[in-house]
Nanobody
Framework: VQLQAYGGGLVQAGGSLRLSCAAS????????MGWFRQTPGKEREFVAA????????NYQDSVKGRFTISRDKAKNAVYLQMNSLKPEDTAVYYC?????????????????WGQGTQVTVSS
């Protein structure tokens, strides 16, 4: 599975961005797709995940109500709509895929990773 994330950029606090992740290869074997983010000097952290088949979702508490993860099975794509952005959302965002049997926030359970896309939120 190859993943390519894009859509990052610079936005003012309170603004919105939509990240996209294009998947190719054996995506049908992936059970969940997720978004993670990382800032310099910190561990990569879970943001959101979606069940590829059923569409059920899970979010980190700090983004609930502001971010929405979705997928388009026909396009083999996953999206992260980010609204009401805050400066603390500034990070490099990564999309990932896993064959794990259940929803997980553990990055070590994700088998495939895309390159990151930078999101910068100015105050």
């Amino acid at each position: 599975v190859q993943l390519q994330a894009y859509g990052g950029g610079l936005v003012q606090a309170g603004g919105s961005l939509r990240l996209s992740c294009a998947a190719s290869g054996r995506t049908v074997s992936s059970t969940y797709m997720g978004w993670f983010r990382q800032t310099p000097g910190k561990e990569r952290e879970f943001v959101a995940a979606i069940n590829w088949s059923a569409g059920s979702t899970n979010y980190q508490d700090s983004v609930k109500g502001r971010f929405t993860i979705s997928r388009d099975k026909a396009k083999n794509a996953v999206y992260l709509q980010m609204n009401s952005l805050k400066p603390e959302d500034t990070a490099v965002y990564y999309c990932a895929a896993t064959n794990f049997w259940m929803m997980t926030m553990d990055q070590n359970k994700y088998n495939y990773w895309g390159q990151g896309t930078q999101v910068t939120v100015s105050s």
